[in-house]
């Protein structure tokens, strides 16, 4: 047949087994003999194995989401978070992507019941992000420091990587800009005054040490609300942290070099008759030359007590030194009139002329209590029960307690009482020894007090009872080593964690019971403490 036929011929015409053979010039590449490459065969075993029901063995991994709401707006790390002074549930955030973002958690509210109980969870668990209120640009790198002015929050201030100052107007919803400022290479840290006869005054850190204070007063002078009342440069490296006093008449600040000064922006402790205990600028200062205050590698945080008669410090290697401040009496100027004659010997770029030296403020008539005055600048307490450095410092504002939290992911717990004498330890605050990076006492009653919230880089947010152990872990949680036994009450989980990039980098208490955080991984959750 014609088929067979055709296959006849060609196998006649095939070439000869010699001939099929390539010639290893004519190869375009020689690949040697690998004994140790596994045959076709070896992955169909496994592939076979499969299909016969035995699947590959794989990693399980654990999901926990106990936010209530979330706000995912930035597209890099939240770095820093601020509240409405009065309206607490307003909430500015501010990150790497160099933008600003207000939003509200007013209408965000807890489920009656948890998840398991809805007809239709998979419907309820697809929400919607909190929509922001208003988007903030300007800064050409990173937002590094928030805050609302005082009293009343009229104003919002940006500070970023770039040394720019902003502020923006927090009475119109769009926070238009009103005014900005860039006297430093970074800003490091703002912090609103609470002097009631200082509205809208504010302390700006600087990555060279200088630290500024500034006033916004638009009414004045429309044409330039931002003035600078003082500018103070004996920091000699970066400003890390700063407090005022409870009654906003005094200013404390820390520095990498490991120096502690306390500012008298007013001169209402001057006009007492305080004198500097550094024979400078500042009412107080310490530094790395007294050897019974030097901390190597420098201070990162501070806290003043409730009282205003002592700060406590906290550096590097889990050193907290407390240090007492000078004491004014209750009777202050309140009754002069606000303007100010403070000064600084640079003049601000966008407003404020140069004016006299620091301490040419009001003349207040103050005097000095005679403990608060005998102990000013002495070093009261040296502490260190932990190993590494001390990033957050907290008073609890009913109760003699001091809480340190550090980057050794503990949790220490002072008596100022008796001495400052160590009450407890929590060892493992942070899962794997992941740092703390902030703590908080609760602030609205007595109870509340006794409660302290901490965050950190493993990515959650605790609650611990400071009167001992004894608090069970609440349904949001699961502790860890002996959480309960440590007073933990209650953690709520849903950030990434697991350290750089997923951790929680702060927190406010926004009201009703809620918790809103700044993400590593540029998330804000919010967390019902009270569900």
Not at 28 to 52: Q, R, T
Not at 76 to 95: L, Q
Not at 301 to 329: E, Q, T, Y
Request: charged share 20%.
């Amino acid at each position: 047949m014609a088929h067979q036929s055709n296959n006849h011929d060609a196998d006649n015409n095939a070439p000869s087994d010699d001939e099929a053979l390539l010639d290893p010039s004519e190869a375009a590449e020689i690949v040697p003999d690998d004994p140790d490459h596994p045959m076709d065969s070896d992955n169909e075993a496994g592939d076979d194995d499969d299909l016969n029901g035995a699947p590959e063995e794989q990693e399980e991994i654990q999901l926990q989401n106990d936010s209530i709401a979330y706000f995912d707006h930035h597209t890099d790390s939240i770095f820093c978070i601020a509240n409405h002074p009065i309206h607490p549930a307003i909430i500015a955030t501010g990150g790497g992507d160099d933008t600003t973002y207000v939003f509200s958690v007013a209408d965000v509210t807890a489920p009656v019941l948890p998840l398991s109980y809805d007809t239709n969870p998979s419907a309820s668990s697809s929400r919607s992000s909190v929509k922001p209120i208003a988007k903030i640009t300007g800064h050409t790198d990173s937002i590094n420091a928030l805050s609302y002015t005082l009293p009343d929050g009229a104003y919002l201030l940006t500070g970023g990587l770039d040394g720019r100052l902003r502020v923006h107007s927090a009475s119109d919803p769009t926070y238009p800009l009103l005014a900005s400022a860039q006297e430093v290479p970074e800003i490091n840290f703002l912090t609103p005054c609470p002097h009631p006869s200082y509205p809208n005054t504010f302390a700006l850190g600087a990555s060279d040490g200088s630290i500024w204070i500034y006033t916004v007063d638009g009414s004045s002078d429309p044409q330039n609300p931002l003035q600078v009342l003082q500018a103070y440069y004996l920091h000699t490296e970066s400003a890390t942290a700063g407090a005022w006093t409870p009654d906003g008449r005094l200013l404390a600040t820390v520095s990498e070099d490991g120096s502690f000064y306390v500012w008298d922006p007013f001169g209402e402790a001057s006009a007492a008759g305080v004198t500097s205990t550094s024979g400078g600028q500042a009412v107080v200062g310490l530094t790395a030359a007294d050897q019974r205050f030097a901390v190597e590698d420098g201070l990162f945080s501070v806290a003043i007590a409730p009282s205003g008669a002592f700060a406590a410090v906290g550096g590097a290697h889990g050193v907290v030194r407390v240090v007492g401040l000078p004491r004014l009496s209750s009777t202050s100027s309140s009754n002069n009139d606000s303007s100010q004659s403070a000064s600084t010997t640079k003049s601000q770029k966008g407003g404020g002329s140069s004016k006299n030296k620091a301490g040419a403020g009001k003349k207040a008539s103050a005097a000095v209590e005679g403990a608060g005055g005998q102990q000013a600048g002495q070093i009261l307490a040296s502490l260190q029960v932990q190993t590494e450095s001390v990033e957050s410092l907290a008073f609890s504002p009913h109760h003699a307690l001091l809480a340190a939290g550090s980057v050794d992911g503990s949790i220490a717990l002072f008596d100022s009482g008796r001495n400052f004498a160590l009450r407890r330890q929590i060892r493992e605050a942070c899962e794997e020894e992941l740092a703390v990076v902030k703590v908080a006492f609760g602030m609205a009653s007595e109870d509340e007090a006794w409660t302290l919230t901490s965050c950190g880089m493993d990515g959650v947010v605790r609650k611990w009872d400071c009167r001992g152990g004894g608090g069970g872990v609440g349904g949001a949680g699961h502790g860890h080593g002996q959480g309960q036994q440590q007073g933990l009450v209650k953690e709520w989980r849903g950030h990434r964690g697991e350290g750089e990039g997923g951790g929680v980098l702060g927190f406010v208490f926004a009201g009703e019971g809620k918790v809103v955080t700044a993400g590593d991984d540029g998330v804000s959750l919010v967390f019902a403490s009270f569900h």
